[in-house]
């Protein structure tokens, strides 16, 4: 009998948080991120209990911060500061989007209604960073998108985890590298957390 695959397009919408010189969970809840992943499930055991997953995979960090970012380009660093009051706008955005390489472990119980963990990491390459301003300006709403920070790390790495039943998951991601490089700069260690979907 050919022994079923499983957790090969995975879908996950995530709560998008950093620390640092921001405590953890200070970020507004709507701080929605979401990856895409496609992978292989390559079978490890004849019981099909225990597996290896590797793919190609699409990030998006999204922070709903009430913080605005400065770029300073003569020093090559990134600051973050309150707005002036009085002029914070309606929204206001962090956002980056990555290109990634998940791996992870698959650990599962027999059946097709079975529970799995499924441990990893992954490495990925910044396409872009940028923030979003949406400000109300006599009854209008005007937006702006930065992109451009002097010192954006291209480079993330971090684990992940998913723990769930068949087609369903919880899914945590914590990141060991910043979000900038200068260490003059503001210094924001990405972590995510949310839900999973594996289609097929």
Not at 33 to 61: E, P
Not at 89 to 113: C, Q, S, V, W
Not at 139 to 164: C, E, P
């Amino acid at each position: 009998e050919k022994l079923r695959k499983y957790d090969r397009l995975i879908f996950d919408i995530t709560y998008s948080d950093w620390h640092g010189d921001r405590d953890y969970f200070q970020s507004p809840w709507n701080s929605i991120g979401f990856n895409a992943a496609l992978m292989f499930d390559v079978i490890l055991t004849k019981k099909n209990t225990v597996a290896f997953g590797w793919g190609i995979g699409y990030s998006h960090f999204g922070n709903a911060t009430n913080k605005q970012f400065t770029r300073d380009f003569d020093e090559k660093a990134t600051y973050m500061s309150d707005f002036p009051e009085g002029q914070e706008p309606e929204r206001n955005k962090f956002g980056a989007n990555y290109i990634e390489i998940p791996l992870d472990f698959r650990f599962r119980t027999k059946g097709f209604k079975h529970f799995k963990v499924m441990i990893g990491g992954k490495i990925g390459y910044q396409i872009n960073s940028f923030t979003k301003t949406v400000e109300r300006i006599d009854g209008q709403s005007y937006t702006s998108k930065l992109y451009n920070f002097a010192d954006a790390n291209r480079l993330r790495y971090g684990a992940t985890i998913r723990i769930g039943i068949r087609n369903w998951a919880i899914y945590g991601a914590y990141y060991f590298s910043p979000l900038f490089t200068n260490r003059e700069s503001v210094q924001l260690t990405p972590f995510t957390a949310g839900i999973s979907i594996s289609l097929f």
